[in-house]
């Protein structure tokens, strides 16, 4: 039981760090542009597989190979909100159909382009530490730093920065952010792009862990939804808190009982929150208010 | 200059503003009163560029379509198709109504996004100084979220983050909405020694014409949309309509 108990410590917080990326990214332009983008877990694989290009296939260095999916990644996201997205912004229903649409193409090109079977990426610094007597892969310890990196950047850019400050500022009143000169719909791409790259990113590092397939751009968006729901809509904080419950929890009955039965987690999560609490543990009053 | 020639604004439903012809010149304070609903709102956000883009996104969703016929001059140029980024660069400015701060932001990030389009970064500080100096009060609220400010330090905020943008001309969406009569009369003052100060023209929209009335150099009184009275305070003080009206005399 006590094994059991530091299994889902370790592997959960390992998780919980790469579901928080993929579900911040997620709330993010949830919060800024009041998309809810069900290509998000396209950006995921999009990166895995660029990765797998770049760093597999023509053998190019790690940092380059991270660097150019990531660029992939953001202006794959950025495209998305540019061509199909900002001209029918506030067309919700509209917006589900067309993010789900770009989510199925970019998949199914992808396995176009690459084998449909699973694909392998080396680990990107070998060994291992000991926690105890519990051996960690350096993979798993380089996934929760490079995460709380990023997530620190983020908090940066968004606290600090000019345009971090304006993507809040439209997220919390859009009319009033263009009568500071800003460009909601300039802000909104610029989110697009953030976004992608927080999923890419959770991507890349989480792929030499797994196998890159298809399938994981599904699980990806799933759980970020069920994060984002549970967190409540469009708050990045609650986002990191629920992305940790999901992550320990499918590590939990991943353990105990079967690692087939993990993604049905998101799905539980979903429909808990929505029958006893909708706007999430850290939902703001105001989100459901205006839904009324 | 700022001028407002013929502007005639269609709701799918009704006409909120009909045939408005309203004139700002340099350095002056103009007073744009009437009732709820008399259409100053729909002026003010028609000159800011807001309604544009709110038409725009109406259409979108196949909701009410709305109509702006008629000019817009900024120096004889006609802005009536640029967008609110762009008036703003310009110097035309709104501080909208019920002051639509940032909740979640603290008041020195509100101020400073006001200044989102400015280059100038040494001014900025120099204009957050100047106008911690105007409204003193938020000097000590500057870490607080505007959200739980009272609501006249809110209006402070709202008047402090639209002069951020170095405004030419500063539109007041009805800025005494909701203040006590001392702070009114306290927000006026600081909107007279603005102009004093700064120069800018300002359009004042209020539905309180009493204290008001004796900031401004000319007025307009809008009802249902139409322009009924208008002229300098002088006149306007005389006029019997606004005296039985507005001025309960």
Known sequence: MYEALVIILIYGTVLGFTLALVAIGLSLIYGVARIINFAHGAFFAISAYSLYYFFVSIKLNLILSIFFSLVITALVGGALYRIALDRIRGMELNEMIVTLACAIATIEILREIFAPAPLGVPTFIPGQIYIGTYIVEMQRVLIVITSVISLILLWLFIKKTKYGIAMRAVAQDEDAAMLMGINPEFMSMLAMMVSAILAGFAGIIIAPTQTVALENAWYALLNGIAIVILGGLGSLWGSLVAAFIIGYAEVAVATFLSSHLKTVIALIAILVVLVIKPSGIFGKHRELEERV | ?249
Not at chain 2, 31 to 54: D, H, P, Q, V, Y
Not at chain 2, 89 to 111: D, H, S, Y
Not at chain 2, 237 to 249: D, S
Request: charged share 30%; glycine share 8%.
């Open chain 2, 1 to 249: 200059m700022l001028e407002i020639k013929d502007l005639t604004v269609y709701y799918e439903s009704a006409i909120a503003v009909n045939d408005v012809s309203i004139r700002v010149e340099d350095g002056e304070i103009i007073g744009l009163f009437g009732s709820n609903s008399a259409g100053k709102s729909t002026l003010l956000n028609t000159i800011s560029g807001l309604l544009l883009e709110r038409g725009k996104k109406e259409l979108r969703r196949g909701g009410e379509r709305i109509t702006i016929f008629g000019d817009i001059l900024l120096d004889g140029v006609k802005i009536n198709n640029l967008r609110p980024w762009d008036r703003i660069r310009m110097g035309i400015v709104l501080c909208p109504e019920r002051r639509r701060l940032f909740p979640e932001m603290t008041v020195k990030e509100n101020l400073l996004v006001g200044a989102y389009l400015r280059r100038d970064l040494d001014e900025i500080n120099n204009d957050l100084e100047f106008i911690l100096d105007v409204f003193p009060r938020l000097r000590e609220r500057l870490d607080q979220e505007a959200g739980f400010l009272s609501g006249g330090e809110q209006q402070m905020v709202a008047i402090g983050r639209s002069l951020m943008a170095k405004p030419r001309y500063l539109l007041l969406d009805e800025p005494l909405l909701g203040l006590a009569p001392v702070l009114q009369i306290e927000l006026l003052k600081a909107i007279k020694k603005l102009r004093e100060v700064k120069g800018m023209s300002i359009l004042i929209a209020e539905q309180y014409v009493l204290p008001t009335i004796h900031i401004i150099d000319k007025g307009y009184v809008i009802e249902t949309g139409v322009i009924s009275v208008s002229g300098t305070r002088e006149e306007l003080l005389e006029n019997p309509q606004i005296k039985t009206a507005y001025l309960g005399m």
